[in-house]
């Protein structure tokens, strides 16, 4: 899976869902419970382009 233009990793930590991914600057995560996974991912693009 990819966030922006990076591989991202989707973790499911029982009640959470974690969104990660590395730039050459920053390391970003992403999380949210009780949230559907297309918008914890619309969420981490939306910070992926933020950092672009």
């Not at 991202?8 to 869902?17: D, F, I, M, P, S």
């Not at 969104?19 to 939306?46: E, F």
């Amino acid at each position: 899976m990819t966030v922006g233009d990076q591989n991202a990793t989707l973790r499911n930590l029982g009640t959470e869902l974690r969104v990660s991914w590395t730039t050459s600057n920053a390391r970003y995560s992403v999380a949210g419970s009780g949230i559907a996974k297309s918008t914890l991912l619309d969420v981490a693009d939306s910070v992926a382009r933020t950092d672009s």
